[in-house]
Antibody
Framework: EVQLVESGGGLVQPGRSLRLSCTAS????????MSWFRQAPGKGLEWVGF??????????EYAASVKGRFTISRDDSKSIAYLQMNSLKTEDTAVYYC?????????????WGQGTLVTVSS | QSALTQPPSASGSPGQSVTISCTGT?????????VSWYQQHPGKAPKLMIY???KRPSGVPDRFSGSKSGNTASLTVSGLQAEDEADYYC???????????FGTGTKVTVL
C-alpha cells in the first residue's frame, strides 16, 4: 500500500526557514516523480512544485509564487522528499501535501499524504 | 496565471446526476488534454478522481466521468450518493512556466 507521511510543519516567523519531509513507503520511491501542493485555510489548492525521478534527471519545477524561495530535493536511499522553504511569508500559511506522480503522457498526483500545517506568523 | 472558473456550488438528489464545469483558456484547458479532477472531503486530503480529461484511477467508481470541449472541461457524477458530497477542484497543465493551475472549487451537496 502506498503511504506518504508529511512532517516538519509548525509555527514559524516571517522571513525564517522551515523544511518539510515526506516519508514514502509501499513502492520503489526512486522510480517516481514527487510533487508538493498546498492549501491555505479555507482556500483552494495550489501546486508548489515537483521533482522528477533520477531516471529523468531529478530536475525540479516550481510555481512562480515560490520560485527562488522554495527548493525540492529527494533522498532515494531514505525514500524521503523534502521541501525547503526559505524567506517565508504570511501568505505561505497553508496545509502542505506531498504526492506521488503517475506519469504516462503527462504526470498526475495519484497518491496524497495527509498534509502538514505550516503557519507563518509573528 | 488566473485560476480556472468553476461554479461555487452544485447539488442533486440521490440517484441523480450533477455536472460541474471548469472554464479556462487556450493556454491551459483548451491547449492540452491534461485536465484532472479532485474530490476533497472536509479536513481530508484531496483525492484524484479523473486525469487526462477522462481517465479514472483505479478504485474510482465509473459514476465519475470527465470530458472537455474547447476551453471548458466537465466532471459528471452519475447516480449521486451521500458520500459524493464534497468539494471538487479541477486542474490543468498550463505550460512550462506554470505547470498546474487549479479551479476555484465547487461544493457539491447531495439533497
Amino acid at each position: 500500500e502506498v503511504q506518504l507521511v508529511e512532517s516538519g510543519g509548525g509555527l514559524v516567523q516571517p522571513g525564517r526557514s522551515l523544511r518539510l519531509s515526506c516519508t514514502a513507503s509501499g513502492f520503489t520511491f526512486g522510480d517516481y516523480a514527487m510533487s508538493w501542493f498546498r492549501q491555505a485555510p479555507g482556500k483552494g489548492l495550489e501546486w508548489v512544485g515537483f521533482i522528477r525521478s533520477k531516471a529523468y534527471g531529478g530536475t525540479t519545477e516550481y510555481a512562480a509564487s515560490v520560485k527562488g524561495r522554495f527548493t525540492i530535493s529527494r533522498d532515494d536511499s531514505k525514500s524521503i522528499a523534502y521541501l525547503q522553504m526559505n524567506s517565508l511569508k504570511t501568505e505561505d500559511t497553508a496545509v502542505y501535501y506531498c504526492t506521488r506522480e503517475v506519469c504516462s503522457t503527462s504526470c498526475s498526483p495519484h497518491y496524497w499524504g495527509q498534509g502538514t500545517l505550516v503557519t507563518v506568523s509573528s | 496565471q488566473s485560476a480556472l472558473t468553476q461554479p461555487p456550488s452544485a447539488s442533486g438528489s440521490p440517484g441523480q446526476s450533477v455536472t460541474i464545469s471548469c472554464t479556462g483558456t487556450s493556454s491551459d484547458v483548451g491547449g492540452y488534454n491534461y485536465v484532472s479532477w479532485y474530490q476533497q472531503h472536509p479536513g481530508k486530503a484531496p483525492k484524484l478522481m479523473i486525469y487526462e480529461v477522462s481517465k479514472r484511477p483505479s478504485g474510482v467508481p465509473d459514476r465519475f466521468s470527465g470530458s472537455k470541449s474547447g476551453n471548458t472541461a466537465s466532471l459528471t457524477v452519475s447516480g449521486l450518493q451521500a458520500e459524493d458530497e464534497a468539494d471538487y477542484y479541477c486542474s490543468s497543465y498550463a505550460g512550462s512556466n506554470n505547470f498546474y493551475v487549479f479551479g476555484t472549487g465547487t461544493k457539491v451537496t447531495v439533497l
